[in-house]
């Protein structure tokens, strides 16, 4: 009887195998990589929902070009080995056309020479630099991102300043990688706007308050306070710097502000606050001619029906990430270098961080000024800022 | 803007530092009392404190409770979270050493964190202060209601928790236990007992600590481990097991980050508070207000 059973089992097995793999034949294979769990899960998480809900929603309407897509996701935990075995993986083994992902700038870059050295185009979702450019200023071949660089947040709250006649500033940032990115960005950049800073303090990223940092700034006088961190912390500076009777100071926060909930968060001490955003953080403040407002707000509506909590920035670059590479597929079908070359010359793509115009010396595709709107908080919400 | 004066500066940052301080004196003040019982540094003292505050926006907040209903049942179910860490984690373990037992603490640290995480998910909380958001005014310098409270609650805590050790016959039992357990269970005292205790006691005040600090500065699942570390470094440098070392330790490390980050530089703030730790435990190993003799007879 086992041997019968043995026998029946392996050629019902080898049916099934028949019978599918043309059924998969029939799809073009996505990979992504993203943190959904583990220290960066705040970044990993909105990122699968978001790649998952795309998914089914191309699919749903006829997938592309007749053939379905099917999305392989991978969980790196935030771990840059495990991301490099799950990126191995893909490629290798799952033979993906395209990889997204990673989260993290720095598991980015831990894979960045496996997908130069495997020929295979990847589409990271985190924000360095350093992702698509190499020590020498080139554009790596084979990788892309599609998250604004803290530089073009920094340009564009240079820009409003320089708008506004101010000149004296302190910064405050949080010691993560994050706030330290943001804080070197802005020393490097303020010269160049004729920019002089006169504070430049930091906190620790859990800690429980920063009157002593914001009195020394206060005693400086400055025209304006840049603060640049993720986390409470952000809100945290505001309802210190409220309570301390600073409110005259004009305050720039970071793109890392872009969530109602600071606002909510911050009882009030948000008011006037002004802050670079990606179009998809605050799709309802844009003006009806603004050339994302569509995308932004239909992906705001489904995001939110689906999961029932409000979009984050970070599902934003899954977004924006899945989007490129089901266009490419679109174009040219599942040829990995000729996905590279499509993705390379695409121009004018409209996503829900910018319009992304890429080239053989861009492999971001953005300016600062299609990257982001300056938003001000007004009673409570976000406005255009003048 | 009106002239801001080095004097209200230095208020400033004296305020702020003893605010900060007196949290960290709180946690240190846990640490102690189940430290004197045991001789178990619990690690998962700073998870009481995440959990106060969450549980206290839980109930205040979303339930609707009055502040003083939600101020106490917050307590109580906290203190439930020690009975089980004592319960569960401690005294299971057979042939407990201390070393076993501290590790156990870490281990239950991260389940609560991790379960925490669960309930109210990643994101910050915020409880409304006590008595408003209107800053007091003095010499420049301005002070948030909440400074109060937190300082107040230092004292009452500290006031019951010497009037509970030196005046009730329980209070006494676990200082017995304390200063050695096997004679106090020769003469009568449930160690076990007396273990429970501590880690109610522990628990109520992180509770308490983490009620008062969330208005200033909001709480999420994984702010526990930097307050604990925190407060560990009050108690070593206060001197392990002594009250009033835990209270000094406390005050002192908030009130040289706070000056610190002022006067010298903010991203040097927390090693500032170490070298000051160094320095204490170079001249005086065993703290500010420790006892050598003390020190010498515990196993850790």
């Known amino acids: 009887m086992p041997k019968k059973f043995v026998l029946i089992a392996t050629v019902f097995l080898l049916c099934m195998g028949v019978v599918i793999a043309p059924a998969l034949a029939d799809s073009y294979k996505v990979g992504a990589v993203f943190s959904v769990t583990g220290r960066a899960s705040f970044l990993g998480d909105p990122e699968k929902k978001t790649a998952v809900m795309l998914a089914d929603e191309i699919n749903k309407a006829g997938g592309i070009n007749g053939k379905k897509l099917e999305l392989i996701v991978y969980d790196d935990e935030g771990d840059a080995t495990k991301t490099n075995l799950a990126v191995k993986k893909l490629i290798s083994q799952d033979k993906v056309c395209v990889v997204i992902g990673p989260s993290l700038s720095g598991n980015s870059l831990a894979v960045v020479p496996l997908a130069e050295q495997l020929k295979t185009p990847l589409i990271s979702a985190a924000a360095s630099y350093k992702i698509v450019t190499d020590d020498a200023g080139k554009q790596r071949y084979w990788v892309f991102k599609v998250p604004q660089s803290d530089s073009m947040a920094v340009e564009a709250i240079y820009n409003h300043m320089k708008k506004k006649g101010i000149k004296k500033i302190a910064i405050i940032s949080g010691t993560t990688g994050f706030g330290k990115s943001g804080q070197s960005e802005l020393v490097r950049l303020a010269p160049q706007y004729g920019i002089e800073i006169i504070a430049n303090e930091s906190y620790g990223p859990k800690d429980t308050d920063m009157t002593a940092q914001l009195t020394k700034i206060k005693g400086t006088s400055p025209e304006a306070i840049v603060n640049w961190s993720i986390g409470p912390t952000q809100v945290t500076v505001l309802r210190n710097y409220r309570d301390l009777g600073m409110t005259s100071i004009p305050f720039y926060q970071s793109h890392g502000f872009g969530s109602k909930k600071n606002i909510e968060l911050a009882a009030g001490a948000a008011e006037g606050v002004y802050t670079p955003l990606g179009a998809c953080a605050t799709p309802e403040a844009l003006p009806a001619d603004h050339p994302q407002k569509k995308v932004a707000m239909g992906y705001n509506q489904s995001y939110t029906a689906m999961y029932n909590e409000p979009v984050s920035t970070f599902g934003g670059h899954a977004w924006d990430s899945l989007s490129l590479a089901v266009d490419a597929l679109k174009a040219v079908g599942c040829d990995r270098a000729k996905i590279r070359d499509y993705l390379e010359n695409k121009k004018g793509f409209v996503g829900q961080h910018g319009v992304f115009n890429f080239s053989p010396n861009d492999h971001n595709g953005l300016v600062w000024q299609d990257a982001f709107n300056m938003i001000v908080v007004k009673n409570g919400d976000w406005a255009m800022a003048d | ?300």
């Not at chain 2, 998962?44 to 205040?60: N, S, Y």
């Not at chain 2, 017995?176 to 076990?192: E, H, Q, R, T, Y």
């Open chain 2, 1 to 300: 803007m009106q002239e801001f004066t080095l004097t209200s500066q230095l208020v400033q940052y004296l305020i702020t530092g003893l605010t900060i301080g007196s949290i960290y004196a709180m946690v240190a003040i846990g640490f102690n009392i189940i430290y004197n019982v045991t001789e178990i540094i619990n690690l998962a003292q700073g998870e009481f404190v995440m959990l106060g505050g969450l549980i206290m926006v839980f109930l205040h907040v979303a339930a609707g409770l009055p502040l003083f209903l939600a101020f106490f049942m917050t307590v109580i179910l906290v203190v439930l979270v020690g009975m089980l860490l004592d319960r569960l984690a401690i005294r299971p373990i057979r042939q407990p050493s201390v070393l076993t037992l501290i590790i156990a603490t870490i281990a239950a640290s991260i389940i609560i964190k991790g379960i925490a995480m669960f309930i109210w998910g990643k994101d910050p909380f915020d409880l409304p202060a006590f008595s408003g958001r209107e800053p007091i005014q003095l010499m420049g310098a301005v002070i948030q209601p909440q400074y109060f409270w937190v300082g107040g609650f230092l004292i009452v805590v500290v006031v019951l928790l010497t009037l509970f050790f030196e005046k009730t016959i329980i209070g006494k039992a676990m200082s017995a236990c304390a200063d050695n357990p096997d004679a106090a269970s020769l003469v009568g005292i449930n160690v076990k007992h007396m273990i429970l205790l501590s880690f109610c006691l522990s628990a109520a005040i992180g509770a308490v600590a983490g009620i008062t600090v969330t208005p200033i500065a909001l709480m999420e699942y994984d702010r526990g481990a930097m307050l604990a570390v925190k407060g560990f470094g009050a108690v070593v440098l206060g001197g392990l097991g002594s009250f009033p070392g835990a209270i000094l330790g406390g005050l002192i490390m908030g009130t040289i980050e706070s000056f610190g980050a002022g006067l010298v530089h903010s991203g040097y703030k927390d090693a500032f508070a170490l070298i000051v730790l160094l320095a204490v435990l170079f001249f005086k190993p065993s703290g500010l207000l420790g006892s050598i003799e003390i020190s010498k007879i515990k196993k850790f």
